[in-house]
Nanobody, 115 residues
Framework: QVQLSESGGGLVQAGGSLRLSCAAS????????MGWYRQAPGKQRELVAL???????NYADSVKGRFTISRDNAKNTVYLQMNSLKPEDTAIYYC?????????WGQGTQVTVSS
């Protein structure tokens, strides 16, 4: 089993920045993908960013150039640096890990961007 612990959400004005962190614990290896999804009210959960153990990244078009995903393999932690935030970025952000073919999700952290 893998447990995910998220932190860093909050309320910020448009144009501001936030940094999300997610630490994984339990049965976890370095050979996994980690990332972030988000779900806004009334919308489906969508991919924000993913990063492989080798550092390959993938971003949603809506966040390219504004968000940066990174990971610390020694700490089993993934980060999401969010800059130039917009009101449409408001959502619950979920940490995600794929470990040996199984998907694991964090409990979610609220990000609210005021205009």
């Amino acid at each position: 089993q893998v447990q995910l612990s998220e932190s860093g959400g909050g309320l910020v004005q448009a144009g501001g920045s936030l940094r999300l962190s997610c630490a994984a614990s339990g049965r976890i290896s370095r050979f996994n993908a980690m990332g972030w999804y988000r779900q806004a009210p009334g919308k489906q959960r969508e991919l924000v960013a993913l990063i492989t153990s080798g550092g390959r990244t993938n971003y949603a078009d809506s966040v390219k150039g504004r968000f940066t995903i990174s990971r610390d393999n020694a700490k089993n932690t993934v980060y999401l640096q969010m800059n130039s935030l917009k009101p449409e970025d408001t959502a619950i952000y979920y940490c995600y890990v794929n470990e040996l073919g199984r998907d694991y999700w964090g409990q979610g952290t609220q990000v609210t961007v005021s205009s």
